[in-house]
Structure formats: structure tokens, C-alpha cells
């Protein structure tokens, strides 16, 4: 517990460096101030800690003194104003309660599945629901190979090469883990860091969706209420399914089963959106990422082109810092920004002065391009992005439109068509740009990639258009209210379901891809634990990736915090084609572990580099005579730990 309240500490004073920006920004005394500057500080910690590593002297003095120097940068950078840079209207008690309202529900919402994952039961296996092992555990080999401070990174699954992966999220989660004392666990623990790190930025996330839309119309308890729909009905997926289930016989108690916010795919074979509490629990850096995208657009409700100088040039700080997290996000984000500012000055008749007072804050972003370049992070991914009516955006796309984002989509244009209050073109064109990209974009490594970002930047856009439909008059208001409830009645049960399902750690039922409660044993927890203490972090360790489908892929680099020679990642790291690098070497490891001459697979994990050779139940199940071949050959494969059902083998 000490450890925990330590690093939300350290989370706390990795936020402030970006302070002095916010407040000359939208002033001390606003939220505004705060959550801008909050967000930046992230940003600016993350270089702090980045640069000792690509200097090659990570340690805690270098990375404090880091820290130091850009609080320090960022104070002496700040424009030197009284008032604020850009002038909102006056935050008041009432506004305070609503984002706390909003605060609550997140906080309701993110930590019960936090809490149970990982979790030790009586019998002593660690348990982790499906889908957390899709993305939480893989964030935590990710953090594994960063608190190594490599640079670049490498990569766990193919051990040859770096990754390539948007990290810079991930940075300071993985630091404290690396440099903190075991006497102070479990803040060594990066799972601990990532989750601490993860609430955090659930806070920072619904707080700047919700300065984004009061900056479009300041109504406090209207604002909070479509941010509330937004994130507890945003999908009917779940009414959808226990109305099929009521009308065939099958007890509701079945959806426990479902993967509920996937409906429209699994049914209806159409492209995915996740809803916002999604990215509470499981992506975390396109949270931050939309975050801060959120800070810039705020900046163009408030002031438009007419903002001042510093404000541009602050506002593409925040667009550079959500590049810096996600590529294609902060470009998203950055084509918003700009053609909001531009219709701007097209209205105000001064298009070409105004225009060119913009340029400054491309300055920053295509800083923060060059930095992603030179991180090697998104090698590949334009060769990638595919854009056409494709896939499976061309099945059902109405009913899937309607019934993964219908009640939140309802709302929104009832508010956009009858309200008269604010200026909502920056959600306007943030929506409306995120639902082209749901259906006529998707990148070829993870069809369904886009589409799950371009379902949250729609949701994180529509709360201010829902709130416009609260604060209209006559018939459009009581159109409003109507159309919300029957949205919250259509849209809640996906959510309760989703938050019940998504911290449901007994149920051990076969799902598509493997169990919905994936075990880590006592035994393989003790053979894990071998690996961590007593080989060289560097060690590779090979596990068989074919056996082990979506289960327990990332075992070995998650839980004994090694890497691989050759693994098959189900996440944008794009290692299931089988003609790929990943496919190539995955079946050569299978040959390893397939063949009964004990000569040949040596010659492959020679060839491979692989150091130590894992085989626990699923090796044994899937070629029972194959692993028997590494205790027939001690010469070349020497047993190092043995339990009940691990055994690992030194390769000689």
C-alpha cells in the first residue's frame, strides 16, 4: 500500500512541470488551467526521462536532474502574462461539481477491474480476465523491455529488433518500476505502475472531454450529463443481445459470456468500436493521446483563429504531446485543429493574416514526428493504412453504425440539428471525421485498429452536441431529454455488463479464443520467478507461440520478463501473418519443439540465439513425444528448474 500511495505521488509531480503552461493559458483559477497544464506535464516528464536513456546513463540522479531542467524550461518559457492567455468564461462551484460528478463515475467504473486483475486466488494461480491479456499484459512486457533502458527498445517478441510501437506513454510507469527498491513493492511492480498510472489518466481523459465540450457551451450539469451518456450508454449491443437472448430461450446469465461491446462484429460481422470505459482499462495511451488533442481543439472553441501567438504555439505543444503518444491519433487531431481554424478565419474575412498566425504550431508537431522517426516507433505503419469501403465496414454498416453507437449518435444530432448555443465545429469535424474513418479506413496488420480509435474520438467528440440539444428551448429541448433516456435505457446494459464481465475473474467458461479467465499457476508462477532471478535480463527464453493461441502469448515476456526469439503478438505489433518475420521464426520454433532429434532442434535454438528453453502443460499437451527429447540430450540441453509442471532447459 505504501508503495501504491508512493507512486501516485510520483505521478502527481510528473504532471506539474506543465503547469506554468496551462495556467498562463487558461489562467490559475480555471480547471481548464489545471487539466491543460496536468496533460502537458506528462509530456514534458516523458522527455525528461527519455533523454538520460538515449544518452545511455539512466539512473534516478539523471533522470530527477532531467525532471529539474524542463520544470525549470517550462517556467522560464511560460508567456509572461497577468490574465490569461485565452479568456474563458468564469469556472464556478456548480461547474466543479459536475467534472467531480463525472470524476466519481470514472473512478466507479475503471478501478473494480484493476483490482481483480492479477489477483491471487486460494489455490495460488494468478488470474486475468481475457482481453486484459490482450492489452494490459502485453503493456506490461512493454514496460519490461523500457525499465531495461535499451535504446531504441527491443522488441519481446522478435529479440533481434527493436519495437516498433508508440511507447512514450509507457515511459514513466516503466522508470519507477525499473529504479524503485524491492523494499518499497510493490511500486517495482510494473503492473502495479501501469495500473496506477492507467486510473490516473482515465481522470485526465474525462476531465479534458469535458473542458473540450464546456468550451463549446459552458453549462456545467449539461456538459457533465453528455459526457456521462457518452461513456455509460454509448453502445446498445448490450439490449441488443439480452433481447436475443430473451427471444430464444437462452438465460441472460449467458451474457457473462459475450465479449458485449463486440456484438456488431461477432453478429453482425461488422467493424468494432469499443466504448470510453474501454480505454479506462485497456488503452491507456490513446487515452492521453485524445487527451491532449482535446487541450488544442479547447483552445480553438475559445479564441478560434484570433488566438494569440503563445496560444497557437501552446496548442501545438498539445498536438505535438498526443502525436508523441500516438502517431495517427495526433495527426487526426492536427487536421482537426487546423481546418476548424481555418473556417474560422474564412468567417472573419481576414483568412490570410490569420492563417499565417497558425503556422507556429505545426512547428511543434512536425518536432514531434522527427522525434517518432527517430524512436523507430512507426516503421511500417504507413505502408500499412489502407483507405475504401473494405472488409467488414461493407456488412451491415447501418445496423452496426446504430447499434454500436446509436445512443450516443441519436442525441448528438438531436443537439446538433436544434440547438442554438455555442460553436461546435471543432466536434463536429472531430465526429464527424472519426465515423469516415470507422468505415472507409483500416490498416492491414489489425483490420479492426482504426475503427476502435475512430469509435472513441467519435464518443470523446459528442458530449458537447449532446449537451446542445439540454440547453436548447421549446419542442428541441423536450426532443432532447426523450431521446437521451431512451438512449441511457438502450445504452446502459452494454456498460453494466461490460464492467461486471470485465472484472469477473471466476468465470473459467471456453470463449472463442481460450478461456475467459486465463490461470497462472503456482507452479508456472515459480518457474517465472526463476527466470527473473536467476537469468540474465537479456536472456531470451522460448516458449512454443502456436500452442498457446490468444491464451498465454505473451507469458514468458510478461511474467518472467524475457524476451523471445520468436513469438506471435496479437497486438499492432502485427505477428500472426504467418509470411511474416514472426511467422517465419514462430514455425521454426514449433519445428524445435516438434522433431524428435534432439541434434535438430539444437541446431535451431543455436540458430535462433535462444538461451533457455520453457515447456510446461501446453507444450506437453501439444507434442508430448517432441519436449521429451530435451531430457535425452543433457549435452545439449541441460535442465536448469524443474517443478510439477514446468521444466526449463539451458541451451548448451
Avoid at 59 to 79: C, E, G, K, Q
Avoid at 209 to 220: D, K, N
Avoid at 626 to 645: L, M, Q, W, Y
Amino acid at each position: 500500500m505504501i508503495g501504491t500511495l508512493i507512486y501516485v505521488g510520483i505521478f502527481l509531480l510528473a504532471l506539474a512541470p506543465g503547469l506554468p503552461l496551462g495556467f498562463a493559458l487558461f489562467g490559475r483559477g480555471h480547471a481548464a488551467g489545471w487539466i491543460a497544464g496536468l496533460l502537458l506535464g506528462y509530456v514534458l516528464t516523458a522527455l525528461a526521462i527519455w533523454a538520460p536513456i538515449f544518452a545511455g546513463v539512466p539512473s534516478i540522479p539523471a533522470f530527477v536532474a532531467a525532471w529539474i531542467a524542463v520544470a525549470v524550461l517550462a517556467w522560464i518559457a511560460r508567456p509572461g502574462t497577468v490574465r490569461a492567455i485565452v479568456e474563458l468564461p468564469r469556472w464556478s462551484a456548480r461547474d466543479m461539481a459536475a467534472l467531480a460528478a463525472v470524476w466519481l463515475l470514472t473512478l466507479a467504473i475503471a478501478v473494480p477491474p484493476f483490482m481483480r486483475a492479477g489477483e491471487i486466488d486460494g489455490a495460488g494461480n494468478a488470474r486475468y480476465r481475457a482481453y486484459f491479456t490482450a492489452d494490459f499484459v502485453w503493456h506490461t512486457a512493454l514496460a519490461v523491455e523500457l525499465k531495461k533502458f535499451n535504446s531504441p527498445p527491443r522488441n519481446p517478441y522478435l529479440a533481434h529488433r527493436p519495437i516498433h510501437y508508440y511507447w512514450t506513454y509507457f515511459l514513466l510507469p516503466s522508470t519507477v518500476a525499473g529504479v524503485a527498491p524491492a523494499s518499497l513493492a510493490p511500486l517495482d511492480d510494473e503492473q502495479t505502475c501501469l495500473k496506477v498510472n492507467a486510473i490516473g489518466t482515465a481522470l485526465l481523459f474525462v476531465s479534458a472531454i469535458f473542458i473540450c465540450a464546456w468550451t463549446v457551451l459552458p453549462y456545467a450539469w449539461p456538459v457533465a450529463s453528455g459526457v456521462t451518456l457518452a461513456i455509460v450508454a454509448a453502445s446498445a449491443e448490450g439490449t441488443f443481445a439480452l433481447w436475443r437472448f430473451w427471444q430464444r430461450g437462452v438465460p441472460l446469465s449467458e451474457v457473462r459470456n459475450l465479449n458485449i461491446d463486440a456484438i456488431a462484429s461477432w453478429w453482425l460481422h461488422g467493424v468494432r468500436n469499443d466504448g470510453l470505459q474501454r480505454c479506462f482499462w485497456w488503452v491507456p495511451q490513446h487515452s492521453m493521446a485524445y487527451a491532449l488533442g482535446l487541450v488544442a481543439l479547447a483552445v480553438v472553441n475559445a479564441a478560434g483563429s484570433a488566438a494569440p501567438a503563445s496560444a497557437v504555439v501552446i496548442s501545438g505543444l498539445a498536438l505535438a504531446g498526443s502525436t508523441m503518444m500516438n502517431p495517427f491519433v495526433g495527426a487526426v487531431f492536427s487536421l482537426i485543429w487546423g481546418l476548424a481554424a481555418a473556417l474560422d478565419a474564412l468567417r472573419s474575412g481576414e483568412i490570410v493574416r490569420r492563417i499565417l498566425r497558425l503556422v507556429p504550431a505545426a512547428i511543434p508537431v512536425a518536432a514531434a514526428l522527427g522525434w517518432v522517426m527517430l524512436n523507430r516507433m512507426a516503421e511500417g505503419g504507413g505502408s500499412a493504412l489502407q483507405f475504401g469501403w473494405l472488409g467488414e465496414a461493407r456488412n451491415s454498416p447501418v445496423a452496426v453504425l446504430f447499434l454500436s453507437l446509436g445512443p450516443a449518435l441519436i442525441p448528438a444530432v438531436v443537439g446538433l440539428a436544434g440547438g442554438r448555443v455555442g460553436r461546435p465545429t471543432t466536434v463536429v469535424l472531430l465526429a464527424g471525421t472519426a465515423l469516415l474513418l470507422t468505415f472507409f479506413a483500416r490498416l492491414s496488420v489489425d483490420s479492426a485498429w482504426i475503427s476502435f480509435r475512430a469509435g472513441q474520438l467519435f464518443l470523446a467528440a459528442v458530449p458537447a452536441l449532446i449537451a446542445r440539444g439540454f440547453v436548447a428551448t421549446g419542442a428541441w429541448k423536450r426532443i432532447a431529454v426523450v431521446t437521451a433516456v431512451l438512449a441511457v435505457l438502450a445504452g446502459v446494459p452494454t456498460t453494466a455488463i461490460d464492467v461486471y464481465n470485465a472484472q469477473d475473474t471466476s468465470n473459467l467458461s471456453p470463449s472463442p479464443n481460450g478461456p475467459w479467465t486465463i490461470l497462472v499457476t503456482p507452479e508456472e508462477r515459480a518457474g517465472l520467478d526463476w527466470l527473473r532471478r536467476a537469468t540474465p535480463s537479456t536472456a531470451v527464453v522460448q516458449m512454443e507461440p502456436y500452442a498457446r493461441e490468444r491464451s498465454t502469448w505473451s507469458l514468458i515476456p510478461s511474467f518472467a520478463e524475457r524476451r523471445m526469439s520468436a513469438g506471435r503478438p496479437i497486438s499492432l505489433l502485427g505477428g500472426t501473418d504467418d509470411d511474416s518475420e514472426y511467422g517465419e521464426r514462430s514455425a521454426r520454433v514449433r519445428a524445435m519443439y516438434q522433431t524428435h532429434d534432439a541434434g535438430a532442434a539444437w541446431d535451431i535454438a543455436r540458430a535462433l540465439r535462444i538461451d533457455y528453453i520453457w515447456v510446461d502443460r501446453i507444450e506437453r499437451e501439444a507434442y508430448p513425444a517432441g519436449v521429451a527429447k530435451f531430457d535425452t540430450a543433457p549435452t545439449r540441453f541441460s535442465v536448469a528448474f524443474r517443478n510439477r509442471e514446468v521444466t526449463v532447459y539451458q541451451v548448451r
